[in-house]
């Protein structure tokens, strides 16, 4: 990922928070033609390892060797940022859009997993991140046993070896105090959830 060293986040707890919230991460690897892939999948991060799993009748996984590559892109809010937003518009006029976003990119080799026990572990745990927050959480024990051994026959696991880290935070950082204060309000005019989440990045990077 291109990142300029004013966008590049470096603290590693910054990078997980980010990845937790987030959630979940579109799944890339390359098929054996050369042509990349992706699903987006929830995940869950620990340590160096990220676990997942997808629908057994997905083919993306088949394609998958063990110890291929693959890359997980976890994305946070993003926004159109138009140039009549900056302070500068008005001294000199040279300015133009961008796109200000935020994003992880988790790159790393990848071991698929069929074993029913591996997955029901795994399914039980990220289902956990979700619902433990909650007043009255759904357990994966909830569900009739053979019902549970019948769905975790349709996916597969995913285990991927993280090799390298890459955060970008892309938020007006090489514009001005005045411009970026600019943005920040014509982003809360937009109305707009992810508007306001960029926004709400933005004045607290100030």
């Known amino acids: 990922m291109y990142i300029p060293s004013f966008n590049r986040i470096d603290d590693d707890g910054e990078i997980r928070r980010f990845v937790a919230a987030a959630r979940s991460a579109e799944f890339v690897t390359v098929h054996p033609d050369g042509v990349p892939v992706a699903t987006l999948l929830p995940i869950m991060w620990e340590g160096d390892v990220v676990l997942a799993h997808m629908a057994k009748a997905n083919p993306q996984w088949k394609s998958i060797a063990p110890g291929s590559p693959a890359l997980l892109i976890s994305s946070g809010p993003q926004?159109?940022?138009?140039?009549?937003?900056?302070?500068?518009?008005?001294?000199?006029?040279?300015?133009?859009p961008t796109w200000n976003y935020s994003a992880v990119h988790l790159s790393g080799t990848v071991r698929v997993h069929e074993d029913r026990e591996?997955?029901?572990?795994?399914v039980t745990r990220l289902t956990g991140v979700h619902e433990d927050v909650r007043s009255e959480p759904w357990h994966v024990s909830d569900a009739p046993e053979r019902y549970i051994d019948g769905q975790l026959g349709g996916i597969v696991g995913l285990e991927?070896?993280?090799t390298r880290v890459e955060g970008k935070a892309k938020l007006s950082?090489?514009?001005?105090?005045?411009?970026?204060?600019?943005?920040i309000k014509g982003l809360l005019e937009e109305q707009d959830y992810e508007a306001a989440k960029v926004a709400a990045a933005m004045d607290t990077a100030l």
């Open 173 to 183: 950082q090489n514009r001005s105090e005045a411009d970026r204060r600019g943005v």
């Open 79 to 96: 926004a159109y940022v138009s140039p009549s937003w900056y302070a500068a518009k008005a001294e000199h006029g040279r300015v133009v």
């Open 118 to 122: 591996w997955l029901r572990d795994v």
């Open 160 to 162: 991927i070896a993280v």
